[in-house]
């Protein structure tokens, strides 16, 4: 979270720009800094997406996380003080339900994340981002070049970098397959966050899945019949605390997830 204060104007306006911080001012980032934004001297305020951070309150509902703050700003020194302390509390929300999407060459969608200040309230997206490997160690990024052949083991990663991973976890809760993105013939690699049964069984495997920032897989390559690309997608939630599935129940309880997708094409 980022909030931009013209110098001018809280100078102007009898406040002490040199004196401008969160909640929490023991770290650099948490006090004022003089940027140059658009030719424009600029006090500048950052904050991570994390409890804690400069004071953030982090709460989360069933569709939403949201981070508050409250940004203090001091009267000028001088003789006469005019201008009582002024404080803004502000907040930023951001989604569970989250889409990504991918062309070819693994290159992601990213959201930007715009708060007007002073303000009391603005809305954000997540950086999601999905890729594929060739390595079990998730090196080597697939592109629409690297060779695939039927039976390769490639590597799938979906990760949220900004996540705050002390209190949240990301779950892909869904992994599709069609011969394009647009199709309606989807066949089921990843069900309620477990490996699909029936012809997709044995395909997918869960490294990891609803206990931190990133979700690993591990996917046999496979053909749609008439088909050259393989077009997946997968359907992803994040979770208040951890919410790792035991796949060993086979559960088939169905689990309320986004219909945003990620979607790679991989060239067979």
Do not use: W
């Not at 201008?83 to 999407?101: D, E, G, W």
């Not at 049964?197 to 920032?213: F, I, K, P, W, Y």
Request: hydrophobic share 35%; proline share 4%.
């Amino acid at each position: 979270m980022k909030i931009y204060i013209p110098k001018c104007q809280l100078e102007r306006s009898k406040f002490n720009s040199s004196d401008l911080h969160l909640i929490t001012n023991t770290a650099t980032n948490c006090l004022g800094q003089r940027e140059v934004v658009n030719n424009t001297s600029t006090m500048v305020l950052s904050s991570a997406l994390s409890s804690g951070a400069c004071g953030n309150i982090a709460t989360a509902n069933q569709t939403h996380i949201t981070y508050s703050n409250t940004l203090h700003i001091s009267p000028s020194k001088s003789l006469l003080i005019t201008r009582s302390n002024f404080k803004v509390n502000f907040s930023c929300t951001y989604p569970l339900k989250t889409s990504i999407a991918l062309n070819s060459t693994l290159n992601p969608v990213i959201g930007l994340v715009i708060i007007d200040v002073p303000g009391l309230h603005g809305n954000g997206k997540f950086t999601v981002t999905m890729q594929a490997f060739t390595n079990e160690d998730f090196t080597g990024p697939v592109t629409d070049q690297t060779p695939l052949k039927v039976e390769d083991n490639i590597y799938i990663s979906v990760i949220i970098y900004d996540l705050d991973a002390n209190n949240f976890a990301l779950k892909v809760t869904g992994i599709f397959a069609s011969p394009t993105p647009d199709s309606t013939t989807q066949y089921d690699l990843l069900k309620n966050g477990c490996p699909a049964t029936g012809d997709a069984e044995g395909l997918v495997s869960v490294r990891q899945n609803g206990n931190s920032a990133e979700a690993r897989f591990a996917m046999k390559v496979f053909k749609i019949t008439n088909s050259d690309f393989v077009n997946l997608s997968a359907n992803v939630t994040i979770c208040n605390g951890t919410c790792v599935q035991d796949c060993s129940l086979r559960s088939l309880a169905s689990e309320y997830s986004s219909a945003g997708s990620a979607i790679i094409t991989l060239p067979l």
